[in-house]
C-alpha cells in the first residue's frame, strides 16, 4: 500500500502541472518551460536552451554517447541494481547476491590476473565501467527501487562542468536488501568520483576516477532440505522458516581506486598529421574477508532428529573464522599515437604490470607441504593498436604480448560497417593466452580442505563473433574454443558427500571446450501493441561436463503503449515470459565466492511470468513490476543454482529522475 501512496503523491502533482504543451522544440530538452521557475517573481530574458548532444556521457575508449530520458523496453530492462540488462544472468533471491551466468559469452576475459572470488564482482565496478561526462548545465540523475522486505536500492549522481573545458561528477550507489531467507541481507555501496580536463587547443587531456567501494553479504550457503521447499507446504511459505547451512557466515569485499589515462599532442595545432604520447595510470586495493564465527551447523529434520555437521569439513579452529585475503595492483601504461586523417591512428606501448596478493601465515599442511603467504606478479608487455574510422567503416585492432618471462597474449580484433543508420554489421575475433586469477594458484583458509599452492597453465581462449543489427532483427553468432580452462569442483568423497560437507577446489581442464553460441532478437508492432523476442540457442562439445549451460534461454514480452492526459503522460504495460531448459547449473560456494562445477542436481526448466506498468512524465520515469507472480500458484521448483531457490513472487517500484538545471 505505501508503494502506491508514495506512486500517487510523485505522479498527481506532476500531472498538473504537465497539462500544456511544452513550446520547445523536439530536439532541445524542456529544461525553461514555463514551469521550471513557478517561483519566480521577475520576468527572465529568454534564455539559450541546451541540446541533448551536449551532454556527453565518453567511455574508457572515448566513445560518446548522449544522456537519455526516454522510456522504451530497453530501459525498462536496465531497471535493477547493476543498471544492464540481465538477460542471460541469473539472479538468486535476493537482489545483490551473486550472479549464476546463463550465457557464457557474457564471461569477460583479460590476460592479466586478478584477485578472483568472482561471485563477488557481480556489483563492483571495474574501470572500464567508470563513465566520464562534458555537460552544458549541471546534470543530475536520481534512482530509487524498492528490495526484498527491508531494505532500499538507490543511485545519486551529479555532474557539471566548472568551465568548457572542465567537468567534475560524484555519484553513489547504495544497496540494502533483507531478503526472505535466513541470513541473506546484502549490504553494499559504490562511490565514483570522476574529473575530465582538455586544454582548449586539446593538446592536453584527461580523464580520471576514484572510487571506492564495499559488499557485505550475509552467506547462508543455501537451504539444507529441497523436499521442504518444493512441498508448497503452507508450513514452508514463510521462507524463514526453511533451515539453511550457515546461520551466521559473511563474506565482505572492499576495494579502492585511483585511476587516470591522459594524453599530449607533441605538435602545437590539430591538423592532419598528430603525434601524442600517452599514459595510463590504474592503482588498486582490495580486501576480501569470509568471516564464520559458529563452525558447526545443527539441522533438525522433520522427524526430529538433529545432526551436526560441519559444511565444509575439518577446521583448523573450532569457532570465530575469519579468513582475510588482501591485493595489491598497479599498472602503467606508456604509448606513442600517431593520427592520420587518411590511414587512421596508430598506437605503440609499453607497460608495466605489478600485483601482490597475500596473507599473513605460512600454512604448512598434513603432507610436509608449505602454503606460502603470498603471490607477487610483475611483468611487462608490449603492444600496438591501429584504429581506424573512414566512411562507412570503423575498425579497432590490438595486439600485446609479455617481454618478460611470464607468456601473455592478447589479439583483438573489432571490424565495424554501418551501411546506413539503420543496418550495422560488426565482427570480432579475440585470441587470449591468460594468465590465471590469483585464487586458483594460492588461497589460505581455516578450513583445513581449503588450502591449495598451484602452478596452474595459462588459459588459451580463441573466439569468433559476428553480429548483424536492423530494424527487423539482432542477430549475433559467437564460436568460442577453450583449452587449459579453469574452474571450480567439488572433491568431496562419498563419505563426506554423506555428511553434507561441501570440498571445493580449483582444477584444470586439459582437453578442448568447443562453445557455440546463436542469439536472435525480434520486436513485433501491431498498432499500440508490441511483441518483444530474445531467443538464445548454446551447444558445448567437451568430453565432460565442465562448462555446463542451458541449451536454451527465452524471453518473451507483450506489452501496450501510448501517450495520456494529452501526451503528457507516456505508458507501457504488459507481460514478460522467462524460460529456460534443465541443466547442471554450476552450484556457489561462500568461503571462496566462486560457483564451481557439479552434477548432482539440475536446475531451470520453469518459466516467470512478470506484469509491469513503466510511465514517463517529462524527465521522470516511474517502473511498477510484479515479479515472478506465477509462484502464488505454481510449485516451488525453481532454484537459481542447487540448494539456492530463485525468488518468489514481489512486488517492486522504482523510479529515475533527471534534473537539467
Given at each position: 500500500m505505501r508503494i502506491f501512496i508514495f506512486l500517487y503523491l510523485l505522479v498527481v502533482p506532476t500531472l498538473l502541472f504537465s497539462q500544456e504543451k511544452n513550446p520547445a522544440s523536439k530536439n532541445?530538452?524542456?529544461?525553461?518551460?514555463?514551469?521550471?521557475?513557478?517561483?519566480?517573481?521577475?520576468?527572465?530574458k529568454k534564455q539559450k536552451i541546451a541540446k541533448i548532444d551536449q551532454y556527453k556521457i565518453v567511455t574508457l575508449e572515448h566513445d560518446t554517447i548522449y544522456a537519455d530520458t526516454s522510456l522504451t523496453l530497453k530501459s525498462a530492462y536496465k531497471q535493477n541494481h547493476l543498471r544492464k540488462d540481465l538477460f542471460g544472468l541469473m539472479e538468486f533471491s535476493n537482489i545483490g547476491q551473486p550472479l549464476n551466468t546463463l550465457q557464457y559469452s557474457l564471461t569477460s576475459f583479460s590476460p592479466y590476473p586478478e584477485i578472483g572470488f568472482s561471485g563477488k564482482h557481480s556489483i563492483y565496478m571495474q574501470a572500464d565501467q567508470i563513465r566520464y561526462y562534458s555537460v552544458a548545465t549541471p546534470f543530475t540523475e536520481l534512482f530509487f527501487n524498492t528490495t526484498i522486505k527491508k531494505g532500499q536500492n538507490v543511485d545519486s549522481f551529479i555532474t557539471l562542468n566548472v568551465s568548457k573545458n572542465l567537468n567534475f561528477s560524484i555519484a553513489y550507489k547504495g544497496l540494502r536488501s533483507e531478503g526472505d531467507y535466513n541470513n541473506q541481507l546484502v549490504s553494499a555501496g559504490n562511490l565514483r568520483i570522476t574529473t575530465s580536463y582538455a586544454t582548449t587547443d586539446k593538446r592536453y587531456a584527461i580523464n580520471a576516477h576514484f572510487t571506492n567501494q564495499d559488499i557485505l553479504n550475509e552467506e547462508n550457503g543455501g537451504i539444507t532440505s529441497d523436499s521442504d521447499f518444493e512441498s508448497n507446504s503452507n508450513d514452508y511459505k514463510n521462507r524463514q522458516r526453511l533451515q539453511v547451512y550457515l546461520t551466521d557466515a559473511e563474506s565482505f569485499l572492499k576495494g579502492r581506486r585511483l585511476f587516470f589515462d591522459h594524453a599530449f599532442r607533441v605538435n602545437p595545432k590539430d591538423g592532419s598529421n598528430n603525434l601524442y604520447i600517452t599514459h595510463q595510470f590504474n592503482y588498486e586495493y582490495k580486501d576480501y574477508e569470509y568471516k564464520q564465527p559458529t563452525v558447526i551447523s545443527t539441522i533438525t529434520s522433520n522427524d526430529g532428529t538433529t545432526s551436526r555437521i560441519q559444511r565444509f569439513g575439518d577446521s583448523y579452529s573450532s569457532g570465530n573464522i575469519n579468513d582475510q585475503t588482501k591485493y595489491e595492483r598497479l599498472y602503467n601504461k606508456v604509448g606513442a599515437a600517431y593520427e592520420n586523417s587518411l590511414l587512421g591512428k596508430f598506437i605503440f606501448f609499453i607497460d608495466d604490470y605489478r600485483s601482490n596478493y597475500k596473507y599473513n601465515r605460512v600454512i604448512i599442511g598434513s603432507d610436509g607441504n608449505a602454503i606460502p603467504d603470498n603471490l607477487f606478479l610483475q611483468f611487462n608487455n608490449f603492444g600496438a593498436q591501429y584504429e581506424y574510422q573512414k566512411n562507412k567503416w570503423n575498425g579497432r585492432f590490438l595486439y600485446s604480448r609479455s617481454i618478460t618471462n611470464q607468456s601473455l597474449s592478447d589479439l583483438d580484433a573489432k571490424l565495424r560497417y554501418n551501411m546506413n543508420e539503420k543496418i550495422k554489421f560488426d565482427f570480432r575475433y579475440r585470441n587470449i593466452n591468460k594468465l590465471p586469477n590469483n585464487n586458483y594458484n594460492l588461497y589460505q583458509s581455516s578450513w583445513i580442505s581449503y588450502n591449495w599452492a598451484n602452478n596452474f597453465k595459462n588459459e588459451k581462449i580463441n573466439s569468433l563473433s559476428a553480429e548483424i543489427t536492423t530494424p527487423w532483427l539482432t542477430g549475433q553468432v559467437q564460436y568460442t574454443v577453450l583449452k587449459d580452462h579453469l574452474y571450480f569442483t567439488d572433491m568431496a568423497t562419498d563419505a563426506e558427500q554423506a555428511a553434507q560437507e561441501q570440498i571445493v577446489k580449483p582444477m584444470q581442464y586439459g582437453n578442448v571446450i568447443n562453445y557455440l553460441e546463436i542469439k536472435a532478437s525480434r520486436e513485433f508492432k501491431f498498432g499500440p501493441f508490441a511483441l518483444d523476442n530474445t531467443l538464445l540457442y548454446q551447444k558445448v562439445d567437451q568430453s565432460d561436463l565442465i562448462l555446463n549451460v542451458p541449451d536454451f534461454v527465452t524471453r518473451n514480452t507483450f506489452y501496450y503503449s501510448n501517450h495520456f492526459f494529452k501526451k503528457a503522460l507516456f505508458m507501457q504495460t504488459g507481460l514478460v515470459f522467462n524460460y529456460l531448459t534443465k541443466y547442471y547449473g554450476d552450484d556457489y560456494n561462500p568461503v571462496i565466492a566462486e560457483f564451481f562445477v557439479q552434477q548432482e542436481k539440475k536446475t531451470g526448466g520453469?518459466?516467470?511470468?512478470?506484469?509491469?506498468?513503466?510511465?514517463?512524465?517529462?524527465?521522470?520515469?516511474f517502473y511498477l513490476k510484479a515479479e515472478h507472480f506465477n509462484a502464488l500458484f505454481s510449485q516451488s521448483n525453481y532454484y537459481s543454482a542447487p540448494h539456492n531457490p530463485y525468488r518468489d513472487f514481489v512486488l517492486r517500484f522504482g523510479l529515475v529522475w533527471n534534473f537539467f538545471q
Open positions: 532541445n530538452l524542456d529544461m525553461n518551460t514555463k514551469y521550471s521557475s513557478i517561483t519566480d517573481t521577475v520576468k527572465k520453469f518459466a516467470t511470468f512478470d506484469f509491469f506498468v513503466n510511465a514517463r512524465i517529462r524527465q521522470t520515469r
